[in-house]
């Protein structure tokens, strides 16, 4: 359970590292020039797609005209007929006349035909034809949003680089704030407030053996006049006080 756990830690640091890497390999400008490609290359793509949906809508259209066409040719065709064949009924020759209604009869069935094949078409032309135009208004406004995008682009960059600026000079600030506990210069100064505590320590130190020196002379000045009464004592005579004007050096004799 504890490697697991260490091995867990150590999982989440590196997934942490490399997010931070990540964050910092990641330019503003480089992605929002990106998103523009993305974009652009979106709306091309769009308007392929439109141009071809367009291209179907005007198929059809053509093909709806033509029928509409056909069934008038085929209309008059048919009132052609029919009036050559009332001429040739009111001449009395009933097998024309018969003949030409025949053909009269036919030119209607294909007006007929042609008209059913128009009106089929309408209401499909009429579903293109919306499509077609929110299309249109679909793609105007992936052109407006690119417009805005680069135009935020530009805002965006310069505010980056302003914020990245920004961010410079406050480093900066704070690298030379002599005020900060923290910094470099305050570890300075706190060092050698502790040196020159360290030197008056040693001076006072100094000062105390010194003041021993001199109690030690004292001390040797009163053992050599001691010594030099006992000197006295021996040689028989009797001790004296050495006095200032005296010569300490001279033996004492008792005629003295």
């Keep these: 359970m504890a490697k697991q756990s260490i091995f867990g830690r150590i999982s989440q640091l590196l997934k942490a590292n490399i997010n931070a890497l990540l964050d910092q390999a990641e330019d503003p400008e480089k992605m929002l020039d990106q998103m523009v490609r993305d974009f652009t290359n979106s709306i091309a793509d769009a308007e392929s797609a439109i141009a071809e949906t367009i291209g179907n ?5 053509d093909d709806h005209k033509e029928d509409v066409e056909a069934a008038a040719e085929w209309g008059s065709k048919a009132l052609a007929a029919s009036k050559q064949a009332d001429g040739y009924r009111a001449a009395g ?42 299309l249109k208004a679909g793609l105007n406004g992936m052109k407006e949003k690119l417009e805005q995008l680069k135009s935020k682009r530009a805002e965006l960059i310069a505010r980056a680089k302003s914020a990245q600026a920004q961010a ?50 004292d001390d040797l000045g009163e053992m050599t006049e001691v010594e030099a009464r006992l000197a006295a004592l021996k040689s028989g005579g009797t001790p004296q006080a050495v006095t200032s004007g005296s010569d300490a050096s001279e033996p004492y004799t008792p005629g003295q």
């Excluded at 036919?106 to 034809?129: D, F």
């Excluded at 704070?174 to 040196?195: H, Q």
């Design 93 to 134: 020759n009933t097998a024309d006349a018969d003949k030409f209604d025949n053909l009269a009869k036919v030119a209607l069935q294909r007006q007929i035909s042609s008209e059913n094949e128009a009106k089929a078409a309408e209401p499909q032309i009429a579903s293109q034809t919306e499509v077609v135009e929110k």
């Design 57 to 61: 809508l005007r198929l059809l259209e």
């Design 168 to 217: 410079q000079v406050m480093d900066a600030v704070k690298s030379i704030d002599i005020l900060d506990p923290t910094s470099e210069v305050s570890r300075f100064e706190e060092k050698i407030r502790r040196e020159e505590a360290r030197v008056r320590g040693a001076q006072e130190l100094a000062a105390s053996s010194l003041d021993a020196q001199f109690n030690q002379l």
